[in-house]
């Protein structure tokens, strides 16, 4: 079955940029997701990426996809406190199914 | 905001109790989503409705009951849940929820459930 995974946790300073790593293992992935979750709240959509493209960029947020290796990740320049929140990685094959990790929580130190 | 609302935000409830979670996006989508955030698992897809209709239950125990009466709303309807059913329970919608669709999901807000 499909299996997503990402590293616990990740502290970075301000200013600092944040790279939050995920691995996948469904090859059939058509479209993989970043979303963040912040204390009491759902998930906010942050950005995705089609399978067939290696790179993304969204002002502060830089996707990165491996096809090949199933990695993908997510670079936040210059991050800010407002940042520090649980980062969810998620992919999407046929029948709408998104498959999520477990989430990384990014922790910004003033 | 994202245009997918739930109530209440919060809830306690006891396991002899009958409740319903509530959910309506405001998006034109037709595709809705029940998913369960425990603490110690990622999130599970419990749920899948697309155009009224139940396309998806992934094994959800009969103690949850969703009910979809258009396009626009979804409820959970609870009763006799157990302590290990507390956790958030997320609602989301996409365009198309078909086999085959890839549609992006958003998200509402979330019910914090606590079950004593």
């Known amino acids: 079955g499909e299996d997503v995974e990402q590293s616990l946790f990740l502290s970075v300073r301000e200013g600092d940029s944040s790279v939050i790593n995920c691995t996948y293992t469904?090859?059939?992935?058509?479209?993989l997701y970043w979303y963040k979750q912040e204390p009491g709240a759902g998930l906010q959509l942050l950005t995705y990426i089609f399978s067939n493209m290696d790179m993304k960029q969204d002002q502060r947020l830089t996707v990165l996809l491996n096809k090949k290796d199933k990695h993908l990740s997510l670079r936040i320049a210059d991050t800010q406190t407002g940042d520090s929140a649980i980062y969810f990685c998620?992919?999407?094959?046929?029948?709408?199914?998104?498959?999520f990790g477990g989430g990384t929580r990014v922790l910004v130190k003033p | 905001e994202t245009g997918v609302t739930q109530t209440p935000r919060h809830l306690v409830m006891g396991m002899t109790n009958k409740k319903s979670l509530k959910c309506e996006q405001h998006l034109g989508h037709n595709a809705m989503y029940w998913y369960k955030q425990s603490a110690k698992k990622p999130l599970e897809l419990m749920f899948v409705?697309?155009?009224?209709?139940?396309?998806e239950n992934n094994s959800v125990p009969s103690r949850f009951s969703p009910e979809c009466p258009n396009s626009s709303h979804l409820f959970l309807h609870l009763h006799t849940l157990q302590p290990e059913d507390s956790a958030l329970y997320l609602c989301?919608?996409?365009?198309?929820?078909?086999?085959?669709?890839?549609?992006?999901?958003?998200f509402g807000p979330g019910t914090r459930l606590t079950v004593l």
């Open positions: 989301a919608s996409s365009r198309d929820g078909t086999s085959g669709s890839t549609d992006t999901q958003y």
């Open positions: 409705y697309n155009f009224k209709e139940q396309t």
């Open positions: 469904d090859s059939s992935s058509t479209y």
């Open positions: 998620a992919e999407i094959a046929a029948g709408n199914k998104l498959t």
